[in-house]
């Protein structure tokens, strides 16, 4: 059984960056793709961003397309999210899933 520990998460000012970690362990890491998803107040949950489990592919949202990027570390059994040009609609908790188990999720909140 997989279990997920996202952390990075915090206050920053519109503009900022902030880099999100999700540690894996229980599972072959390097067999699942990886997601982030986040949820913002009295919103649906929606996926962010994903990444095949070589790492060689991605796919964003069009709300996070060219702000942020995702990545994976097979040795390190971590997937990233960098995230630049925050703005203060990507406030939310962000959530790692992978094959549907999800992390406990880490807060980000952006200042305007």
């Known amino acids: 059984q997989v279990q997920l520990v996202e952390s990075g998460g915090g206050l920053v000012q519109a503009g900022g960056s902030l880099r999100l970690s999700c540690a894996a362990s229980g599972r072959i890491f390097s067999n699942y793709g990886m997601a982030w998803f986040r949820q913002a107040p009295g919103k649906e949950r929606e996926r962010v961003a994903a990444i095949s489990w070589s790492g060689d592919m991605t796919s964003y949202a069009d709300s996070v397309k060219g702000r942020f990027t995702i990545s994976r570390d097979n040795a390190k059994n971590t997937v990233y999210l960098q995230m630049n040009s925050l703005k203060p609609e990507d406030t939310a908790v962000y959530y790692c899933?992978?094959?549907?188990?999800w992390g406990q999720g880490t807060q980000v909140t952006v200042s305007s």
């Open positions: 899933n992978q094959d549907g188990t």
